[in-house]
């Protein structure tokens, strides 16, 4: 007895189900889900000086950036580029020479400039949000950036929603106190192939000159921040790093070590040499400059559940005004560098926040989900807001009850998605004005609101299914099955044919 062959289009498919399956696979594997429970943040600045509106006219834009991302699938980007203490004045004329803008209303990308970029992300949806401006300044000396970006492909909050921003700012001063070429800034909030979460910041400023007689000059000043880890408790760690090149203190060269500031034409010994730079640094006060330097024990923080890595710079204390009155804003030190990376996650069921601590720096809360709340009317949404803290002070929400976002005060972020930058405040005949800053910043980010019926969030099995894209899978696991059977059986019916003729 002889058996007949196997029909050639079940052959066929038999083979495409077994070419599906592993590729199927491998995309599955591409993307690997984040903990259960996290929050990332990061933020960089460049320069700063609270108060300094006060103290000189100037001509100086140096950047701020900030960023943060979460299980909840909240996530935000912000870049700016504002005078030190943070207020939003405009840019114009020759400043913006060669202005382009991507992502921004058309009406907000013209003279005057307010050099703000936002994107945000909310809900599980799938989104890409860009904002991006550059000019390259009179006879393009003088050259400016800001981006910002959130990305998410799909399943936002298992899988992190990506968020990054940059600024670059040109040449500028204030007179008589600090003068610099350049400066920048970056945060990236990411994850690796096997779903570590990863917060990275980095700020730098190029050509230095502090005091009236360029009494402190350094070449550049870098501060970086990375913190990173995964779900599982006591897996968080971080690096700080803070570098300055060809440093010098009343003409004389320095250098900056863990145990201090040192002669960089040591002595015999290396006391002599961390001796011969505090007497420098004695009479650079006596001049009227207090240089404060970075406390490098401070730089890193880790508990089972988060790490915090904020890696500071430089601080200058002006003891009186150039002209030799006093200003209020010299009460407030030139902070020259400083970058902070936060990561905070557990494999289990619980609420995570990063917020600015009462008295600075940042604060990681770890507590136990609430029960859900009622379900908001129809047509409303609920504000979910996430607290951040560029300059190492308390911040909270606006009087009106709404948070805001650094520079960009009073501006409602758009939702998932999509950007939106307002127009310049104006006054009076309409020009644009400057909106002082607070203290602190925060971020104001819409969310959906939750129902008040955890049945209203109850799926079927189709429709888990289908979300997680597991029906066609399921049939092709199937049809494989019947495939690998009959791969079984087509050898023994050969060797029966054999056997029987």
């Known amino acids: 007895m002889k058996l007949g062959r196997l029909p050639r289009g079940l052959a066929v498919a038999a083979v495409a189900a077994v070419t599906v399956v592993p590729l199927a696979a491998s995309a599955a594997s591409a ?104 000019f390259a300044g009179e006879n393009g000396k003088f050259p400016g950036k800001i981006n910002a970006i959130t990305d998410c492909p799909g399943n936002c909050g298992g899988q992190l929603v990506h968020s990054l921003g940059g600024a670059a700012g040109p040449a500028g001063g204030l007179p008589g106190y600090v003068s610099i070429g350049s400066s920048s800034a970056s945060h990236e909030l ?22 009236p007689k360029n009494e402190v000059h350094f070449s550049s000043l870098v501060a970086t921040a990375q913190a990173f880890g995964s779900g599982a408790e006591n897996t968080k760690d971080g690096r700080a790093d803070l570098r300055i090149a060809d440093f010098f203190i009343l003409d004389n060269p320095v250098e900056l070590t863990r145990a201090g500031l040192r002669l960089a034409n040591a002595g015999p010994s290396d006391q002599e040499a961390y001796d011969g730079a505090k007497v420098l640094l004695q009479k650079l006060r006596d001049r009227g400059i207090n240089l404060e330097l970075p406390n490098f024990d401070a730089q890193l923080s880790k508990t089972a559940d988060h790490v915090t890595v904020d890696t500071a710079g430089l601080l200058v204390h002006f003891e009186q005004s150039v002209s030799g009155t006093p200003v209020a804003g010299l009460s407030h030190p030139l902070e020259l560098g400083h970058a902070t990376a936060v990561v905070a996650a557990l494999d289990s069921d619980r609420h995570i926040e990063v917020k600015p601590g009462p008295n600075g720096g940042m604060v990681v809360e770890t507590t136990a989900p609430t029960s859900v709340p009622a379900a ?52 009076g005949g309409g020009s644009a004005v400057s909106t002082p800053a607070d203290a602190g910043s925060s971020t104001a980010v819409e969310a959906n609101p939750p129902p008040g019926n955890t049945d209203d969030v109850a799926l079927g099995l189709r429709d888990v299914q289908r979300k997680l894209g597991l029906r066609g899978a399921h049939s092709v696991s199937r049809a494989f099955g019947a495939f690998f059977g009959l791969g079984l059986i087509l050898p023994l019916a050969r060797f029966l044919i054999r056997r029987l003729g």
Do not use: M
């Not at 912000?78 to 058309?106: K, N, Q, R």
């Not at 758009?414 to 006054?427: E, F, K, L, Q, R």
């Open 31 to 134: 993307a690997p889900s984040a903990p259960a429970a996290y929050s990332v943040y990061g933020s960089a600045h460049a320069l700063r000086w609270p108060g300094s509106s006060s103290v000189s006219v100037g001509d100086l834009h140096v950047p701020f950036v900030e960023g943060q991302t979460n299980n909840l699938a909240i996530a935000s980007a912000d870049a700016s580029l504002a005078v030190p203490d943070e207020t939003s004045h405009t840019l114009s004329g020759v400043e913006i020479e060669g202005l382009t803008c991507s992502g921004y209303a058309e009406k907000a990308c013209k003279d005057p400039f307010i050099a703000t970029a936002h994107a945000n992300h909310s809900g599980v949806d799938g989104g890409h949000a860009e904002q991006l401006a550059t």
């Open 190 to 211: 990411t994850t690796d192939d096997k779903g570590k979460l990863i917060s990275s910041a980095r700020s730098e400023l190029d050509n230095v000159s502090i005091g």
């Open 376 to 427: 908001a009317p129809p047509g409303s949404k609920a504000s979910t807001t996430v607290n951040s803290n560029r300059n190492g002070q308390n911040t909270g929400p606006s009087r009106n009850g709404t948070p805001t976002t650094g520079a960009n005060k009073g501006t409602a972020p758009p939702t998932s998605g999509t950007v939106n930058t307002p127009p310049p405040a104006t006054s």
